[in-house]
């Protein structure tokens, strides 16, 4: 085929946020687009770069633009006051919002309503009423706007999936997640907003996604404890570590409970960047997954464990050398963008009999990574804060219930026969 019968479609990217994650997932997707393209049969090739950038200071940015060279385009870095909407001014089909997770919604609704797809770092809002405004927005000016959630790309936890989908694991019963990050994620990387903040937001989402997606169900409540006083003040607002537990009920009328554990004050010397483990257990049978013990184990004298680590997540992101000399950076990180790039080239690039409103239609409501199928994971994300909230004022052990007559998210104190309201509409 030569290259005047191949279909190819330009697509301009805008990134709202440069810090940690842009450097582990966007930076390589963006680069990998600008040089080889993403290729979809509904579309043809995709030539895609990064038009423009929004940051705080710039700082991030120009050094990223001096140590890429030709590995990326020339592109526009706005600064505040107004970074966002400089950034929207500007020439872009398509924004990815991977700032702080509290500064989510506001970026988000402004792309939205320039007329631009978005795509958000979990989790996607902090709020049901948040949730709201964005699925209305986006329904009515008839864009794209999904969550990412990379770890339904991991190879083993879609292979859980097949077999939930295949009858082969019959019904779960219980479910046990963890998640343990290096003391360098809350006392460097992420330090800035971190005050105020806690790992199960920013990291046990993952999960409640994971157990959303592949189980089903409905969420019927959620309690939460943790602990504090490492990277904040023992009596304050700021989370070492939480204690998720989310009860699911099922057609059959059974329940399972989940517990996900998460924390951001692992020693920086743990021998892997994170410590991840899952347990599912069904009726006929029980899923076992770890990050480390299904990868390698590596040791280079002066470095590991700190430069590198002793074991390694090489299919989530890495770097290698292929047998043909070529340097990549590939994993399901980044394939979960280029997903997205695929499903934005075929809204406005579809080669297909389908208008553009029955393609948005298509990846829309019910799909996967769209925003209205985040319902019961940002419920969960909205009653565990107001649980750690009530924590701090003296009131632990509370729990929310969902979808009572009283309310969508109703939470309840010990001691206290009346709920507090915290979402009125149901879940």
């Known amino acids: 085929m030569s290259d005047s019968t191949v279909a190819i479609r330009k697509l301009k990217g805008g990134m709202v946020g440069m810090g940690m994650i842009f450097d582990e997932t966007y930076r390589p997707f963006f680069e990998n687009a600008y040089q080889e393209g993403i290729y979809d049969p509904r579309t043809g090739v995709i030539k895609l770069e990064i038009a423009a950038v929004a940051s705080r200071t710039g700082g991030r940015a120009a050094r990223y633009k001096d140590a890429a060279g030709n590995q990326i385009n020339d592109f526009a870095s706005y600064i505040e006051p107004d970074s966002i909407g400089q950034l929207l001014n500007h020439d872009v089909d398509f924004v990815c919002v991977a700032t702080p997770d509290d500064r989510h919604y506001e970026a988000t609704m402004a792309a939205i309503d320039a007329g631009k797809h978005v795509i958000i770092e979990k989790p996607s809002v902090l709020s049901m009423q948040q949730l709201d405004s964005v699925i209305a927005a986006a329904r009515n000016k008839q864009v794209l706007c999904k969550v990412v959630y990379h770890k339904l790309f991991d190879p083993d936890h879609k292979k859980l999936r097949t077999f939930v989908a295949d009858n082969i694991l019959q019904h779960i019963n219980t479910g046990y997640c963890t998640l343990l990050e290096p003391k360098q994620i809350s006392g460097s990387q992420f330090a800035e907003w971190i005050q105020g903040r806690n790992p199960g937001t920013y990291v046990a989402v993952h999960y409640i996604k994971l157990i959303d997606f592949t189980f089903g169900g409905k969420l019927k409540s959620i309690s939460c404890s943790g602990q504090r006083g490492i990277v904040g003040e023992a009596d304050g607002h700021t989370w070492d570590s939480t204690q998720l537990r989310l009860v699911y009920g099922y057609e059959s009328g059974r329940e399972a409970a989940f517990d996900i554990h998460t924390s951001w004050v692992t020693p920086d010397n743990f021998p892997g960047y994170v410590e991840q483990e899952v347990q599912f257990r069904f009726d006929n049978g029980i899923w076992n997954g770890h990050s480390r013990k299904r990868g390698v184990e590596c040791t280079v004298e002066e470095k590991t464990p700190l430069s590198i680590k002793n074991s390694m997540n090489n299919h989530y992101n890495g770097t290698f050398m292929e047998p043909d000399g070529r340097r990549t950076q590939r994993g399901y990180g980044i394939e979960v963008l280029e997903e997205f790039a695929r499903e934005v080239a075929y809204v406005e690039h579809g080669t297909d009999d389908r208008s553009r409103d029955e393609r948005i239609d298509q990846l829309s409501a019910g799909f996967y990574n769209d925003i209205a199928s985040?319902?019961?994971?940002?419920?969960?994300?909205?009653?565990?804060?107001?649980?750690?909230?009530?924590?701090?004022?003296?009131?632990?052990?509370?729990?929310?219930?969902?979808?009572?007559?009283?309310?969508g998210l109703v939470l309840y104190i010990p001691g206290q026969a009346e709920g507090i309201v915290l979402y009125k509409h149901q879940v």
């Open 374 to 407: 985040d319902r019961q994971t940002v419920a969960a994300v909205q009653a565990m804060e107001a649980i750690l909230d009530q924590h701090v004022s003296g009131h632990p052990d509370c729990v929310v219930r969902v979808n009572e007559s009283g309310g």
